[in-house]
């Protein structure tokens, strides 16, 4: 079966730190990997999405990147966190088929917290 | 942006049906709709989804109207594991391999003891 990694839980950083969150998937190859964020009490806004190694395509302007070194491996990263980048980070897989039964499978999210 | 419109929030009594709706009058025919939950500090998880036809799985039940602008999700008999924020999102397929959901604020459902 397939399963989502995604760490640290928790996250406390300087502002003005940088910052790198890991996500890796198992049990599937080729998957599309995504970075969403959610600040408090709002919903959840996609930042990046991967169809393959290298390939990186970014939804909303702003102070973070992404990178996937390997098949299965999303990083999102920052070299200089803001305030406004607290908030919850989630990563996601889909099998990228396009079809109806494609569905997202989150991973268990990271709490960013910027001070 | 979000295509659907849904209530900020809503309360149900356990072991009552949850009637969550969702208004997305701007539908394509080929656009789906899906529902996802997120329980507090999780992840969202996959509900059910469909196209025009009701459907029903372990979960819940979705019930689509015939003129496609609007669905209810039903969670038949509530507990308290289902207080959740829901999202509805309608999604097109596509002939590339690249799925961008959408996700709006959702609904905040309580379920109440």
């Known amino acids: 079966s397939q399963t989502i990694h995604q760490w640290p839980a928790t996250l406390v950083q300087p502002v003005g730190s940088p910052l790198s969150l890991e996500c890796t998937v198992e049990?599937?190859?080729?998957?599309?990997l995504y970075w969403y964020r959610q600040a408090a009490g709002r919903g959840l806004q996609l930042l990046f999405y991967?169809?393959?190694?290298?390939?990186i395509s970014s939804e909303v302007p702003q102070n973070l990147s992404a990178s996937r070194p390997q098949d299965r491996q999303f990083i999102l990263s920052s070299k200089k966190l803001l305030l406004s980048d607290s908030g919850f980070y989630l990563c996601?897989?889909?099998?990228?088929?396009?079809?109806?039964?494609?569905?997202?499978?989150f991973g268990s999210g990271t709490q960013l917290s910027v001070l | 942006d979000a295509k659907t419109t849904q209530p900020t929030s809503m309360d149900c009594a356990e072991g009552r049906a949850a009637n969550l709706p969702c208004n997305h009058s701007t539908i394509s025919g080929n656009e789906y709709v899906y529902w996802y939950r997120q329980i507090h500090s999780q992840g969202p998880q996959y509900i059910i989804h469909?196209?025009?036809n009701n459907e029903t799985n372990e979960m819940a039940s979705l019930i689509i109207t015939e003129d496609r602008k609007s669905s209810t999700l039903i969670l038949p008999h509530a507990t308290l594991r289902d207080t959740a924020v829901y999202y509805c999102?309608?999604?097109?397929?596509?002939?590339?391999?690249?799925?961008?959901?959408?996700f709006g604020t959702g609904t905040r459902l309580q379920v109440f003891p």
């Open positions: 996601a897989w889909s099998r990228g088929t396009g079809g109806e039964d494609e569905k997202l499978f």
């Open positions: 991967s169809v393959g190694i290298g390939q």
């Open positions: 999102i309608v999604r097109a397929l596509t002939s590339y391999n690249t799925d961008k959901l959408i």
């Open positions: 469909g196209l025009k």
């Open positions: 049990g599937t190859s080729n998957p599309n």
